[in-house]
């Protein structure tokens, strides 16, 4: 069987990343703005814009802020998914929530909404919906989230969270001695009090009643 790969790309070539995660520029520092919270590649408009990843698109929504932004889930080689937004798109793309994308498939038209100082798409990726539109502190640097997607292999045991679970014991393993239990000095032993009898002292006294209390049935 070959061996599956993640293979994300970049949405266009290096030369035309105008804007890095995490940057603080002179202006935004002036005008108390947070650091970067993507990455942005410079386009002509109208330019169309590739899926970075094969996934599903996830939600299309317009903002004063970020303009037509569409999101997109995509699975990393670790196996988490992703959700990856698209900002500042010329107009609403006509695709439908829920519809799946192939990698490099059109996922809109660069554009220039929103508050944006000049044509380029503003690409974020996050692991929840709500961090693709929150602030940096939600997000990680997309543009090296991709580096490492690209063309690597897929981790082949999926990632899902389980509680520890004890490996089955083979019939033919002798039990271990109790003195490779792990050492609980943390825990104070539970003690239990012996079961107590009422206390009887001459069962004769009792006649034919003395088994109600000696705990026989
Ligand atoms: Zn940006």
């Known amino acids: 069987m070959a061996k599956r790969l993640s293979d994300w790309r970049m949405v266009y070539d290096e030369k035309y990343i105008t804007s890095h995660y995490g940057e603080m520029s002179s202006y935004r520092r002036a005008n108390g703005m947070q650091a970067h919270s993507g ?3 410079a386009r002509s408009l109208g330019t169309r814009i590739p899926a970075i990843a094969k996934g599903t698109i996830h939600k299309i929504q317009y903002s004063s802020v970020l303009g037509w ?3 997109q889930t995509a699975m990393d080689k670790d196996g988490i998914i992703w959700y990856l937004g698209y900002c500042h798109m010329d107009k609403k793309p006509g695709y439908k929530v829920g ?13 220039n909404s929103g508050q944006s100082s000049g044509p380029h798409v503003h690409v974020t990726a996050s692991r929840t919906l709500e961090g693709v539109f929150g602030v940096t502190s939600d997000k990680v640097d997309v543009y090296k989230l991709i580096l490492a997607n690209v ?7 999926p990632v899902v969270a389980k509680a ?3 490996a089955p014991v083979p019939e033919h393993t002798p039990t271990p001695e109790p003195e490779e239990a792990p050492a609980r000095a943390d825990v104070a032993p ?3 009090p012996p079961r107590r009898r009422p206390p009887v002292k001459d069962i004769s006294k009792l006649g034919r009643f003395w088994h109600l209390f000696s705990g026989k049935k």
């Open 39 to 41: 990455t942005d590649w």
């Open 69 to 71: 932004v569409v999101v």
């Open 99 to 111: 519809q799946k994308l192939r990698k490099s498939q059109t996922v809109g038209i660069l554009g």
């Open 151 to 157: 063309k690597v292999p897929v981790r082949q045991k």
């Open 164 to 166: 520890p679970e004890q």
């Open 190 to 192: 539970t003690l239990r």
